[in-house]
């Protein structure tokens, strides 16, 4: 509007790693727990896709209960029966399903495509749908009938967001030059919204006499034919149906609640929710606290507890989260778990500065997390906690952090010096003051 004032700031900060970082691990192939076995209905060749029980159940409910119920069946069938080490070797030859020692879990899905599911499989990792490159060029008739595949799938799986995602692909690569195969198409995939997307599109007067004409028309099935034709003759001026643009997309499930939900919040709720309980695999453990999680989730995000995992046996259950000799509490050891999971960057000063070299520590994609508790401590600190934070500071070990607050101690030295802390500080913290007041007198 006019005369309207607006602010832009450029982030400072590192961009998210989340959806790289699980996209990494999908690709590595380390760690699967889980062997989805895709495809075979009416005699097509069956694929062997690997995965991770914990990340594809966030973000599918209808997978989820399928892992579980496998998971439940494996567990009543041990001991029943024992697989030979012939049988051992031949079942770990797929290279898409290598992983570590550990059993996986097969969970069968005749009615899928392979490429379909695997589709799906990297927009569940990553919140993608496909290549850049395909987005910001025309998609070709082929990636048309994969992408409303993968619609029907999302369907099924009941991931919403990725039906609207391949909605909204789709729409916008309508034409005149692939209406009709996008049409036939949807027609047969039984999707309705997609046919009547198409249908507007060709009824409109402006599409209407050239798309008739052109020779994909003359091979269009009858019945949709004559479905266009009654249309145009039913249409009449300005009353006629409501554009492409006003069609209803919205996905209607029989049963069950509807998932609409990010990589941000499905790993949020697989964080916070007890109902997951059943997945978790190991136990993250700081002195005398201890806090359920996943072993995929962390490998994805920490280079530390990747390297861990990957060479240490299945069987280990706990893994220690101490940074250095700092024992964590209950409070930074969840922050930690927070930015693990969904990088949650909410942080306050008393959990950012014991946080600040975590991401060295543990080996993180990058410095977005220690780049937040910088910020965080630097916005709150203050002459009368400055004390404290120089104390924590030198304790473990965070020397930027630390020459912040001697900075602010020397520049507010007139306040400082009445606090009883003050007195009870060490000799060497005590010259480091002395220190840094010369540095600032010079």
């Not at 727990?33 to 973000?59: N, Y």
């Not at 494996?74 to 697989?83: A, I, N, Q, R, W």
């Not at 072993?295 to 990747?306: K, P, Q, W």
Request: with cysteine; glycine share 4%.
């Amino acid at each position: 509007r006019h005369s309207d004032m607006y602010r832009f700031q450029f982030d400072t900060h590192p961009r998210s790693s989340l959806q790289d970082d699980f996209l990494c691990l999908m690709e590595s192939k380390a760690l699967f727990d889980v062997v989805f076995v895709v495809g075979g209905k009416s005699g097509q060749p069956t694929e062997r896709l690997g995965a991770h029980s914990a990340i594809v159940s966030a973000r599918s409910s209808v997978l989820r209960a399928r892992i579980l119920l496998a998971l439940e069946k494996l567990k009543s069938e041990k001991g029943k029966s024992t697989v030979g080490p012939e049988e051992a070797a031949a079942s770990s030859d797929n290279s898409d399903t290598k992983s570590d020692t550990r059993s996986n879990v097969e969970v069968a899905l005749p009615d899928f495509s392979p490429e379909v599911f695997r589709t799906a499989l990297v927009f569940m990792y990553s919140d993608r749908l496909v290549p850049r490159s395909h987005i910001l060029g025309r998609l070709t008739t082929s990636e048309m009938g994969l992408l409303m595949d993968v619609y029907k799938l999302a369907t099924e799986l009941r991931l919403v967001l990725l039906e609207r995602l391949t909605a909204s692909l789709i729409e916008g690569s309508v034409d005149q030059s692939n209406v009709i195969f996008a049409l036939q198409c949807a027609y047969e995939h039984n999707l309705a919204f997609a046919k009547e997307y198409c249908l507007r599109y060709v009824t409109r007067d402006a599409n209407y006499k050239e798309i008739v004409m052109s020779p994909a028309f003359e091979k269009l099935d009858r019945p949709l034919m004559v479905e266009i034709i009654r249309r145009q003759q039913a249409a009449s001026g300005p009353s006629r149906a409501p554009s492409p643009d006003s069609a209803d997309i919205s996905p209607s499930h029989s049963t069950g609640p509807a998932h609409c939900g990010t990589l941000r919040t499905d790993m949020r709720q697989l964080l916070e929710s007890s109902l997951d309980s059943a997945l978790c695999d190991i136990t993250v453990c700081c002195g005398d606290v201890s806090l359920p999680a996943h072993r995929a989730v962390l490998a994805a995000r920490s280079g530390f507890f990747g390297a861990l995992f990957r060479n240490t046996s299945s069987d280990m259950t706990n893994v220690n989260a101490a940074i250095g000799d700092i024992m964590l509490t209950k409070s930074v050891l969840k922050a930690l778990l927070r930015y693990i999971y969904y990088d949650d960057t909410c942080l306050q000063p008393e959990l950012a500065l014991y946080l600040f070299s975590s991401p060295h520590y543990f080996s993180f994609s990058n410095s977005r997390l220690q780049s937040f508790c910088r910020e965080s401590l630097e916005t709150n600190i203050s002459a009368a906690n400055v004390l404290a934070v120089l104390e924590s500071a030198d304790k473990i070990n965070a020397y930027e952090m630390k020459r912040h607050a001697l900075s602010i101690i020397a520049t507010e030295f007139a306040n400082v010096v009445r606090l009883d802390e003050l007195r009870r500080l060490e000799k060497p913290l005590l010259l480091d003051i002395l220190e840094a007041l010369g540095e600032l007198r010079s």
